[in-house]
């Protein structure tokens, strides 16, 4: 097996990988570590429950469920994010939802805008390779889930179109000719790399179903 030669590396932008646990709340770990790397200087972790919550008010689903892309793009730029410190992230939500609510204050929100991209491999490498990690949404399959030992998830297994998981793509590289992307998961860093994975090209981009950038 060749080895892979990494050409552009965003990690370092980025704290260690977290862990959404058993809920479903990819899409805002995804958003919220994408909306601290672009805010540039210190990494300072933003609140996903926050940002979750609010994204749950406006989707109209039950809250034990995953949220929508425009209900969490409309929440980052209307409602914002304090710093994770602010209302930490819970590993389970209460028995009584009625006592889901944020801290009455949460101190400074901070806000960005998104942009939908190209739902495309290419598309996606070529921002990451212009220095601009992007939130990539996708289905995933039992490949997924354990990468090879050099961090890898190449697989030509047929799509799962009902597990769908959001992750950030930090990074491109390539082995022997094929490109490949790095994602940061939100499956703390005993999952890949850290918490990373090399996705090939014949893996993610059948699989690729929206792609966001956060300005």
Known sequence: MSAITVRQDLRGRFEPARDQGARATCLAFAMSDTHAAMRGGAWYALSCEYLFYQAKQ??????????????TRAALVHDGQPLETAWPYQAALPTDETKWKPPADVGVLYRRSSTP??????????????????????????????????GVV???????????HAVVAV???????????????????????????WLSE????????????IS
């Open 202 to 213: 014949t893996y993610a981009a059948p699989r690729i179903l929206a792609a966001l950038r």
């Open 117 to 150: 991209g190209t739902p495309a491999f290419n598309r996606i490498w070529d921002a990451v390779e212009s220095n601009q990690p992007s939130v990539v949404v996708m289905t995933v399959s039992t490949a997924f889930y354990i990468p090879s030992s050099d």
């Open 154 to 164: 190449d697989s030509n297994e047929p799509e799962n179109p009902v597990i769908r």
């Open 58 to 71: 406006r989707d109209g689903t039950p809250v034990d469920e995953g949220t929508t892309i425009p209900a």
């Open 171 to 197: 990074a491109t590289g390539k082995r022997a000719g094929a490109k490949l992307l790095l994602v940061r998961n939100s499956w703390a860093e005993s999952w890949g790399l850290a918490g990373h994975a």
